[in-house]
């Protein structure tokens, strides 16, 4: 099995994520963080449509298996397991199938809760769905296609979804769950956007009919509160495998605005729309770094603030915050858009009741096409290369709060 360096990164950081998110609520019980038995598990089949070098079929069965915990009324964590039978790129047009298992670290949005009143009837009021947002990892087994055996493939991969859920009794919900499974360009012998649709019936079973009928004590008060933007810039490093660290022709600049919320003490999310220039691979032949490009992100950020994550301390200006998201990348030269993640940490200085400054480092993966990286169908990427680019990136910036927003810093008492 091939694996880059940052995909291991990736992997052990969902793991450490989840740590901190479902043990955490354990912990928290004492501090009146979370709600009463936040817990679910949800079991479901269908079909899914498996997109690769332009082709595409439908197949069956698809199977899924989630175990989550709501960790603020309008977020919920969970991990999701999903198995796929369809024919592989190898296989395409027989009629042999091959396994595909997914492992995914992903978040479900509660839009009602968030910025309407929560209505708890049998379908959600007045926005119906919930989007879903995960980053993971495929691992598809050997196959065998046309007497020619082709060893096991895993990669990186990223998921956008909608959850439809309908109550059908106390504790219990049936849903129709759409997951968009973006993988590597790459992946399974193809060379062009490759894409699984999954669609999915099922059955939740929740611990708790509503888990969060009281406000916590370290939750945002209202929609109203705790909502801040943000200006940014700094520099990215066009990376392959961190080769070529010292030739500052790889550098680009990085400016960036951000949008988000604090939730409670604990939990953030944010929009991030970033980059402005970058760079192709090195040109080993002529010793010169490789043609420059413009280019732009938007994603979602899922982010822990570590300083608060045991006990909310007042008078602490510092926080600490590692995060993971998932968005779109696009070139404007040759105007491709794709899926990407990114992983970092934010460093956020208290300096008034509206003001904030702060350091954020990231690492955000870039699909091969967006990165310059171009081989044939089939063909195997440059050892020294990997899947997938990636651009590391330093920025720094200015954060202005609006309203009262108590989540993030309160005075010492006396003070």
């Not at 501090?31 to 089949?45: A, E, H, I, M, Q």
């Amino acid at each position: 099995m091939k694996q880059t360096k940052m995909q291991k990164i990736l992997c052990v950081s969902l793991l450490v994520l989840g740590s901190y998110l479902l043990p955490s609520q354990v912990q928290a019980q004492s501090y009146k963080r979370t709600g009463d038995d936040p817990w679910f598990l949800s079991l479901g089949v269908g079909g899914v449509y498996y997109q690769h070098s332009g082709e595409g079929q439908f197949s069956v069965p698809t199977a899924t298996l989630n175990l989550g915990c709501w960790i603020t009324r309008p977020l919920a964590f969970r991990f999701g397991f999903d198995m796929m039978m369809t024919p592989s790129h190898w296989q395409n047009g027989g009629s042999d199938n091959s396994m595909y298992f997914m492992g995914s670290a992903e978040f479900i949005w509660d839009v009602n809760a968030t910025f309407f009143h929560v209505y708890n009837g049998t379908i959600l009021k007045p926005f119906p769905v919930y989007p879903m947002l995960g980053v993971g990892m495929v691992i598809r087994p050997s196959v065998t296609a046309a007497g020619v055996t082709h060893k096991s493939d895993d990669d990186f991969q990223a998921m956008l979804g909608l959850h439809f859920p309908v109550r059908i009794a106390p504790l219990w919900d049936a849903f129709l769950e759409y997951k968009w499974f973006f993988l590597s360009q790459y992946f399974d012998g193809s060379a062009n956007n490759n894409y699984m649709h999954s669609i999915t019936l099922g059955v939740t079973h929740r611990w708790s009919d509503n888990p969060f009928t009281r406000k916590t004590e370290f939750s945002s008060r209202s929609t109203a509160e705790d909502w801040w933007v943000g200006l940014g810039i700094g520099a990215n490093f066009s990376s392959f495998s961190f080769r070529n660290l010292g030739e500052w022709g790889m550098y680009g600049v990085t400016p960036e605005i951000q949008f988000g919320r604090n939730y409670s003490n604990v939990w953030t999310i944010r929009f991030e729309l970033s980059g402005l220039t970058a760079h192709e691979p090195y040109d080993t032949v002529e010793s010169r770094p490789g043609e420059k490009y413009s280019y732009s992100n938007f994603h979602t950020d899922v982010m822990v603030n570590l300083t608060h994550l045991v006990r909310f301390t007042r008078g602490v200006r510092l926080n600490v915050l590692p995060y993971l998201g998932a968005g779109l990348i696009w070139r404007y030269d040759e105007l491709t858009f794709n899926m990407t993640a990114d992983i970092g940490i934010m460093f956020r200085y208290y300096l008034g009741h509206h003001s904030d400054i702060y350091l954020d480092a990231k690492y955000m993966m870039v699909p091969p096409t967006i990165a310059g990286i171009r081989p044939e169908a089939g063909e195997d990427l440059p050892k020294a290369y990997g899947d997938w680019g990636g651009l590391p990136s330093i920025t720094v910036g200015y954060i202005y709060n609006f309203g009262s927003n108590s989540t993030r810093y309160r005075y010492p008492v006396g003070e």
